[in-house]
């Protein structure tokens, strides 16, 4: 439209259409200032979830870095493989973190392929696009599949264990506690609650359960994928039995324990079991 405005400006020697040309081209520039300032000085981190497992969805944490001192940045759009998050406003010298959908295909330590960044500002005039590299990889653990068969727990499972200290309803009596409106009636404790003037109830252990060694070696499957999946699936049910769980994979031998952390040193054991990498 500029350029028909420009020979009709020319043809017609109209001063008005000159002014207005001018104007147009004025603010082109100006556009296309402004949003090449908007992809200066950005920084692109990824913060994935604890539990990233092969080939299932799964959304990552992008969080994008303004090093500017005194321009925020505006409508930046953010993509990975056809899925994109927009950032409206990031302010001078802050940081945003959005959920990015992603998909990541292979155990393992990945490396993410380098980002997209579009930006539209100011108002969609121009669109400017550039890359940016995301340094951290990310850890993806071999996704859960139900073994073919039980396991067996050879006579390593004794050794290494720890007892279970939890709450559960047929143990011993571990400490009595304050009354908090969801305990049995037959857990409280009526002469200390008589002395105290409110209800106090007896906290019991559960009872504890033997530890196991799951031995990639020994688990049932057609290949070590196989296994490792299959491991990965015992790992979860077994810790969600309330059961101390060990691994040996090769010559790396984890002692059996419980928790979270635990878990999550297991699943990183199976990610990089004969892939020669090593996670920060």
């Not at 990015?100 to 393992?108: E, F, K, S, V, W």
């Not at 009872?207 to 049932?220: F, G, M, S």
């Amino acid at each position: 439209m500029t350029l028909l405005l420009g020979f009709a400006a020319v043809n017609t020697g109209n001063n008005l259409l000159y002014l207005l040309v001018s104007a147009l081209l004025g603010f082109m520039a100006v556009s296309g200032i402004l949003g090449r300032w908007n992809l200066a000085r950005l920084e692109l981190r990824c913060v994935p979830p604890d539990e990233v497992y092969d080939g299932v969805p799964t959304l990552l944490g992008i969080e994008l870095v303004n090093r500017r001192r005194w321009l925020p940045v505006c409508l930046l759009e953010v993509l990975l493989d056809g899925e994109g998050v927009l950032f409206p406003l990031v302010e001078p010298g802050a940081s945003q973190r959005k959920p990015l959908p992603a998909t990541l295909h292979g155990r393992g330590l990945h490396p993410l392929p380098p980002l997209q960044v579009r930006s539209r500002f100011p108002i969609n005039f121009f669109v400017r696009r550039m890359t940016l590299a995301v340094a951290v990889p990310v850890l993806v653990f071999p996704v859960p599949q139900p073994c073919p068969g039980e396991f067996a727990a050879g006579p390593a499972a004794a050794r290494g264990s720890r007892p279970l200290r939890q709450r559960g309803g047929d143990g011993e009596i571990s400490r009595i506690g304050e009354y908090r409106g969801g305990e049995p009636l037959k857990l409280i404790h009526w002469k200390l609650s008589a002395r105290h003037d409110q209800l106090k109830v007896k906290e019991l252990s559960a009872t504890a359960r033997p530890p196991v060694i799951l031995d990639l070696a020994e688990l049932p499957g057609a290949g070590l994928e196989e296994r490792l999946r299959g491991a990965s699936w015992l790992v979860g049910r077994l810790l969600r039995d309330g059961r101390p769980v060990g691994l040996r994979a090769g010559t790396q031998v984890i002692p059996p324990a419980c928790g979270r952390p635990h878990k999550l040193r297991l699943l990183k054991a199976l990610a990089l079991y004969d892939r020669g990498q090593d996670a920060a």
